[in-house]
Every structure is written in C-alpha cells, then in structure tokens.
C-alpha cells in the first residue's frame, strides 16, 4: 500500500535545500517537509551536546508534521547526532556522510582527497573515518585500487562559507578572497577530489570550483543522498502513489529573508509559504 505521508529533512539553514533539490528532482511524487533552523546556525561552531540537542528538538519538530522518513541534510548533525537521532526515531533516519564519502573514492583517480566541512565535522574525525571505510570497502572488492593503494587525504574547515551561503553570496569577490584562503593549501596538496562535506557549500560551488580548477572534482553528497532515499522508501514499503503532493518549509528564523535567499537555487516558485517556528521548547533531555 502506498505511503503519502512526507518526508522530512533538516538542516542548520539553508544548506539541506542542496539535499532537498535531489531529492524533489529523483522523487517528485514524494511530499517534504523541511526545517531549516536558521534562526540558531551555524552548528558547526556549537560543542558536540548542543548540536545533538539541537537535532533532536528538530527531529521533534518534524515528527509533529508525520513525517514518514527524516533526512539530516546537515553533516554536522549527522557526525555529531546520528546515533542519538536513529536510537529516537519511529521512522528510518538517512544521514549525508557515507552517501558523500562512498561518493569521493569511487571518483578519484589519483587517490588525493580534500575534505571541506565545517570545524564540528572536521574535529569529530569522523568524515576521514567514513572515507577510509568506503576506500577499504571498495580496496576489498578489487574496485578503483590503483588510486586507493595510495589514499591521501587533507581536511580543512571553512566556517565563513556558511555565513556566505546564508547571507546568499555565493558567486562575489567576498566568497571568491574567501576560498582562495581556504582552499590554496588542498591545491598545494594535489587534490583531484574534493568532497563538499557540508551541505551549505554546494551553494558556492562556482566559486569553489573556479579556484580550485576544472581538473578537481567537487563532490555534492545530495545526489548520493537522494538515492539511498529512495531505496529506504522502496525496502520499508514507504513510497507515496503521488496523489496530492506538497511541499512545505519551515525555518526558525525570518521566512521572507529564507525564501529570498533560497529562491534562486530551488526554483519552481519554491520555497513558497514559509512559516517561521521555535523547536527550542522540545524536552530532548540533553
Ligand atoms: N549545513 C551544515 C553541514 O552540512 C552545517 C552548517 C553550520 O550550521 O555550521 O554541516
């Protein structure tokens, strides 16, 4: 039997759009919910307890909406609160790490891998855990070996792109002087790879791939992400039949200025009828 209840992704802002666009774009028939909390971003300068509390209360939030399915479209919350967010929820949980990391070593040709997220992810470690995983995966099926013998792999935190990306300037000189000082020591480094491993960054792709070259592959896990979605759906009997499909967005701050801001990426006259919410009155117990 057909499942019409949506699907609800979060994330810190509006970086989990880049999530949400694959997904509407491989999923049209599936309604969504999305939360953005943009009115507490960024988490990636909050302590290990506080993003987990925080995912929680936006788990909370979206359970209310009877969501089917609840994607953390935020790589923060998914390094530091996945565990604590799959051992809470009714309903499958997908988070954005393994789609991205599965993603890098299956491009890469030299075996170079930069790694871009905020200074949560990068300090939990566990982005380069999850690459290393993928590679050894990969390595033991005899799959892309000649690069991953010699797996390499350099990290670096770039905060500013988020407040660039919510701010909406994603192609100016301010995000360009930006990533040239971020991004100079992976291209010293050689990468081929590089792994958006934030969600909020594929909105500046432009300027990170102009300063980077067209030789560096930039990896957007909501490609990835959006198929691990729809087979959950398909091994849990959860797709819709696409009778009255909706869209609604949520954010915990002002809506005019998200809709603003997010219009010129999703499009299709979306995000449309935005309404402002707090999920910080959720008892989480953290
Ligand atoms: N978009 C988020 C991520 O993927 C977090 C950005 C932030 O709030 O710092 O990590």
Redesign the pocket.
């Given at each position: 039997m057909a499942d019409n209840r949506p699907i609800g992704v979060f994330?810190?802002?509006i970086?989990?759009l880049t999530v949400l666009r694959e997904i509407i774009a491989r999923l049209p028939s599936e309604s969504t919910v999305y939360f953005g909390d943009d009115g507490r971003?960024?988490?990636?300068?909050k302590s290990h307890d506080t993003i987990i509390r925080y995912s929680l209360q936006d788990m909370a939030f979206l359970e209310g909406k009877d969501v089917k399915m609840i994607v953390v479209?935020?790589?923060?919350?998914s390094t530091h609160a996945y565990k604590a967010l799959k051992e809470r929820s009714k309903v499958p949980v997908v988070e954005?790490v393994y789609p991205g990391a599965r993603a890098a070593v299956e491009k890469t040709r030299s075996g170079r891998i930069g790694i871009i997220?905020?200074n949560?992810?990068v300090s939990s470690g566990l982005y380069e855990t999850a690459v290393r995983e993928q590679a050894q995966i990969l390595l033991n099926e005899g799959r892309n070996t000649e690069a991953l013998d010699k797996l390499s792999i350099i990290q670096q935190a770039c905060?500013l792109f988020?407040s660039l990306a919510e701010e909406g300037w994603w192609d100016d000189e301010v995000a360009t002087l930006a990533a040239e000082r971020y991004l100079t020591p992976l291209k010293e480094f050689g990468v081929d790879t590089l792994v958006l491993?934030?969600?909020?960054y594929p909105l500046l792709a432009g300027t990170i791939s102009k300063v980077m070259g067209p030789d560096v592959t930039l990896i957007n896990s909501g490609v990835s992400v959006a198929s691990v979605v729809e087979r959950k759906l398909r091994e849990n009997d959860l797709l819709s039949d696409g009778m009255n499909v909706f869209r609604e967005f949520y954010t915990s701050d002002d809506a005019s200025k998200f809709e603003s801001v997010a219009s010129p990426f999703l499009g299709s006259g979306l995000p449309s009828g935005t309404k402002k919410v707090t999920v910080d009155h959720f008892e989480v117990g953290v």
């Amino acid at each position: 039997m057909a499942d019409n209840r949506p699907i609800g992704v979060f994330d810190s802002g509006i970086g989990g759009l880049t999530v949400l666009r694959e997904i509407i774009a491989r999923l049209p028939s599936e309604s969504t919910v999305y939360f953005g909390d943009d009115g507490r971003a960024p988490y990636g300068s909050k302590s290990h307890d506080t993003i987990i509390r925080y995912s929680l209360q936006d788990m909370a939030f979206l359970e209310g909406k009877d969501v089917k399915m609840i994607v953390v479209a935020c790589n923060t919350a998914s390094t530091h609160a996945y565990k604590a967010l799959k051992e809470r929820s009714k309903v499958p949980v997908v988070e954005v790490v393994y789609p991205g990391a599965r993603a890098a070593v299956e491009k890469t040709r030299s075996g170079r891998i930069g790694i871009i997220a905020t200074n949560a992810t990068v300090s939990s470690g566990l982005y380069e855990t999850a690459v290393r995983e993928q590679a050894q995966i990969l390595l033991n099926e005899g799959r892309n070996t000649e690069a991953l013998d010699k797996l390499s792999i350099i990290q670096q935190a770039c905060p500013l792109f988020v407040s660039l990306a919510e701010e909406g300037w994603w192609d100016d000189e301010v995000a360009t002087l930006a990533a040239e000082r971020y991004l100079t020591p992976l291209k010293e480094f050689g990468v081929d790879t590089l792994v958006l491993a934030c969600t909020h960054y594929p909105l500046l792709a432009g300027t990170i791939s102009k300063v980077m070259g067209p030789d560096v592959t930039l990896i957007n896990s909501g490609v990835s992400v959006a198929s691990v979605v729809e087979r959950k759906l398909r091994e849990n009997d959860l797709l819709s039949d696409g009778m009255n499909v909706f869209r609604e967005f949520y954010t915990s701050d002002d809506a005019s200025k998200f809709e603003s801001v997010a219009s010129p990426f999703l499009g299709s006259g979306l995000p449309s009828g935005t309404k402002k919410v707090t999920v910080d009155h959720f008892e989480v117990g953290v």
